[in-house]
């Protein structure tokens, strides 16, 4: 069965950190860009990061460059994403996804997970 997992999300103080895991099961992630992208309440899902297969390049949104960083450790079929500084605009379910082709678009992607929530709060 195929299958993304996100996990490492919680309650966290303005200015501190998370780090997200998105696991892979029932495929390799090898083969596939990862993208990073998150919903607030009310608003449309937006597009954080995304890193692709081959190469390694990286993307991230405006909002986010400078804080979070995202890698993947394909020995492990999982990518991160570091997340530092945080705001309390950060607070939204996160969630990963695949694709073929790196992009910030939503409409880019296929298989997502069922996201974690992160709020960051004082």
């Known amino acids: 069965q195929v299958q993304l997992v996100e996990s490492g999300g919680g309650l966290v103080q303005p200015g501190g950190s998370l780090r997200l895991s998105c696991a892979a099961s029932?495929?390799?992630?090898?083969?596939?860009?990862i993208g990073w992208f998150r919903q607030a309440p009310g608003k449309e899902r937006e597009g954080v990061s995304c890193?692709?297969?081959?190469?390694?390049?990286?993307y991230y949104a405006d909002s986010v460059k400078g804080r979070f960083t995202i890698s993947r450790d394909n020995a492990k079929n999982t990518v991160y994403l570091q997340m530092n500084s945080l705001k309390p605009e950060d607070t939204a379910v996160y969630y990963c996804?695949?694709?073929?082709?790196?992009?910030?678009?939503?409409?880019?992607?296929?298989?997502w997970g069922q996201g974690t929530q992160v709020t960051v709060s004082s």
């Open positions: 996804a695949t694709a073929i082709i790196p992009s910030l678009l939503v409409s880019g992607y296929d298989y």
């Open positions: 029932g495929f390799t992630l090898d083969y596939y860009a």
């Open positions: 890193i692709s297969s081959s190469d390694g390049n990286t």
